[in-house]
């Protein structure tokens, strides 16, 4: 009997026992990331058959069992996967709205810096200090385009250089798992026990890992996980780590993407099929934002540059030369500023030969005596296969197809994009090309030097005028008149000089075309055919440019001419206070010079603040949205895993009770056999 009592008393010693460790072992963990709260199970022992039935035999501790559930701990690793997304994405964009909407930093200031210098000069254009004050604003204006090109830029080897440490700790994490995997399944097979703390480093593995890919686990038989990303690609299967790098894009070697490594080799992998964590934020925010930004930026001082250079082209330097007149050792300087084309981008899987592919801008084409662009924020992709090729702009997947450049180019014609393409021969099937029509433009636009060296060559003037004859005896008056595109053209017979007779304008060169109010050009086929003259109306001769309404050299003559009267056209010689294309010039700012007569210069760069801090914004309430949903996720993993202290501080006064109690049972066993022998004695 009291060897009974004594062996009872131990097992119940041993339980309690293994109680007070598991206690203490959850409590000097209460602060390790990952680590679940453990308990021990408690089994009674099988009882010894006696004729009084059977007496029991005490207990044993059948296993420790950690405090966990999978639902719950992949319900956190999901919403640390987005929370780590979202934060990533909001970090690296925040940069850009400061960049952008700060005054110090920003576009608006010197924009409105350098067309406030225009207005200037075309109010008084003889004064060189006005015009040395226009090339200063635009050598500020274009150095400002250039450090926020430069600034976006250096964030596009910043996300290199992240996204390249990103691949790093993936392939880190993957590693431990996949060694904690083998030591798991060591464990489980030799032991047949769960080993707790080694499962709770994985399983903490893997929730680091999702704050920088989202992953998928599925377990194995004996205990080791399958780490999978993407659609189903493997990362970790069993002890062995497949493993992740990072490569030049095939189709931009510029910026670098995430492979898969396979037994062929680091697979490319498809931004689409990297969800979730940092390293998609930082993709996201690549594609979406960064790339945006850049080409909006691009776009605006491209179509600044092209717009202004078009309208420059119809002025008059300050030494009297224009498109018709150009005097050595100085010559016509018609471009205002300098701004790179159009870049293509030649895929490296293209088949050998590919020809290479070039982009122009598009002349800008006038509209209510001013310009514009159709340039877009968008890249594009020409794809060549057997039917022929396709143009897809990528922000939308618009396409324009043909049989070869020359068809897509027409398409692109009756809708335009603002860039052409051309290439020395036919593209093979199977090449491909990226274009970016305005990504490098703000980093490239410069003033002309030329205009630098000397500003009397801005075209501040007009160059032709229209003119009243001294001997008219008439009311009549004419504007000094304005050129348009195409302008040379029209006035190859100058000077001109129309004379009224009996309500007509004659006298006009043979071959010229003339225009009234716009209407469809009159083709003059002698010099005795008239025009009805209309006071008020503005008289064009048309050019060569195909435009509509017809441009070249207009005029508007008001009031009432007597027959006889005279109106000359001829070169605006010695006229170094004119400035009236300063003014067509200045007028630009508020015109609708952008996105197909969308958009002003300011209007633009306001759209893309405005759109950049409104993702800003949004990305921020996200992101705060999503840390809540994380932390009542881990709230309630922790209400289930998590270490609470009085609750252990409460099982090691159950367990020392137990103990003491087993204790005083094997003290009173002890003593029981003690009176056996005595009495055996």
Request: hydrophobic share 40%; no cysteine.
């Amino acid at each position: 009997m009291g060897s009974g009592i004594i062996n009872t008393a131990v097992t119940g010693l041993n339980v309690a026992q293994y109680g007070l460790l598991t206690t203490e072992h959850n409590i000097a963990n209460a602060n390790t990331p990952g680590f679940s709260r453990q308990r021990s199970i408690q089994e009674s022992n099988v009882g010894l058959l006696t004729g009084a039935g059977y007496v029991g035999q005490g207990a044993h501790v059948a296993t420790v069992e950690r405090m966990y559930s999978r639902f719950l701990s992949e319900q956190v690793d999901r919403s640390q996967s987005s929370a780590s997304e979202l934060e990533t994405y909001y970090t690296q964009i925040r940069q850009i709205d400061n960049l952008l909407a700060d005054p110090g930093t920003g576009l608006s200031p010197a924009l409105q810096s350098f067309f406030g210098s225009v207005q200037d000069l075309a109010a008084n254009p003889s004064q060189l200090p006005n015009r040395q004050a226009m090339v200063s604003a635009a050598q500020s204006l274009t150095a400002r385009y250039q450090s926020l090109s430069d600034q976006l830029a250096e964030m596009y080897g910043g996300i290199n250089s992240e996204i390249t440490a990103a691949v790093a700790s993936i392939n880190s994490y993957g590693e431990q798992i996949a060694s904690l995997n083998g030591r798991i399944s060591v464990a489980e097979a030799s032991t047949g026990q769960p080993p707790n703390d080694l499962l709770d480093a994985r399983d903490q593995m893997v929730l680091e890992l999702n704050q920088l890919i989202r992953t998928r686990t599925t377990t194995n038989t004996d205990g080791s996980y399958n780490v999978f990303v993407g659609s189903g690609q493997q990362l970790v299967v069993g002890a062995q780590l497949i493993g992740m790098a990072t490569m030049p894009s095939s189709a931009d070697s510029s910026r670098l993407v995430v492979g898969l490594r396979t037994a062929a080799g680091v697979q490319e992998m498809p931004q689409s099929l990297i969800s979730g964590g940092s390293l998609s934020g930082l993709l996201a925010f690549r594609s979406e934002s960064l790339d945006r930004a850049s080409n909006d930026l691009g776009s605006h001082a491209a179509s600044l540059a092209l717009t202004f250079n078009a309208q420059h082209t119809l002025g008059q330097d300050f030494y009297g030369q224009s498109q018709l007149a150009s005097t050595p050792p100085t010559s016509f300087t018609p471009q205002f500023f300098s701004v790179s084309p159009p870049v293509v981008v030649g895929n490296t899987r293209n088949p050998p030969g590919s020809p290479l592919v070039s982009a122009a801008f598009v002349t800008p084409p006038p509209f209510d005596g001013n310009y514009y662009t159709d340039l877009g924020n968008s890249d594009y992709r020409l794809n060549a296969d057997g039917a022929g090729l396709t143009l897809t702009r990528l922000t939308d997947n618009k396409q324009w197809a043909g049989a070869d450049l020359a068809a897509v180019n027409a398409q692109l014609s009756s809708d335009p994009q603002g860039f052409v393409l051309a290439a020395p021969g036919a593209l093979l099937a199977g090449s491909s090309y990226l274009i970016q029509p305005t990504r490098g433009a703000a980093r490239s636009i410069a003033v002309n030097p030329a205009l630098v060296a000397d500003s009397r060559l801005i075209a501040a003037a007009g160059p032709l005028r229209a003119a009243a004859g001294t001997a008219n005896t008439g009311s009549a008056s004419v504007s000094l008149g304005q050129a348009g595109p195409g302008y040379p053209d029209a006035v190859a017979g100058l000077p001109i000089s129309l004379e009224y007779q009996a309500g007509e304008l004659r006298n006009f060169p043979v071959g010229a075309r003339v225009s009234i109010d716009g209407a469809a050009p009159v083709d003059i086929t002698a010099s005795d055919q008239g025009i009805a003259y209309t006071s008020g109306a503005t008289l064009t001769l048309v050019g060569s440019a195909n435009v509509n309404p017809p441009a070249g050299f207009s005029f508007v003559i008001t009031g009432l001419p007597n027959n006889g009267d005279r109106f000359s056209v001829e070169l605006n010689t010695g006229a170094t206070a004119d400035g009236r294309n300063a003014l067509s010039l200045a007028q630009l700012q508020t015109q609708q010079t952008m996105s197909g007569q969308t958009a002003s210069y300011q209007d633009a760069y306001a759209r893309l603040v405005s759109e950049t801090g409104n993702k800003t914004r949004q990305l921020q309430v996200s992101s705060e949205a999503q840390e809540n949903l994380l932390a009542q996720a881990r709230a309630s993993r922790d209400s289930l895993s998590a270490v609470n202290l009085d609750e252990e501080a409460a099982n090691l006064i159950r367990y020392q009770q137990a103990y003491q109690a087993s204790a005083r049972a094997f003290q009173i066993g002890a003593s029981l056999f003690d009176t056996i022998l005595e009495l055996a004695a």
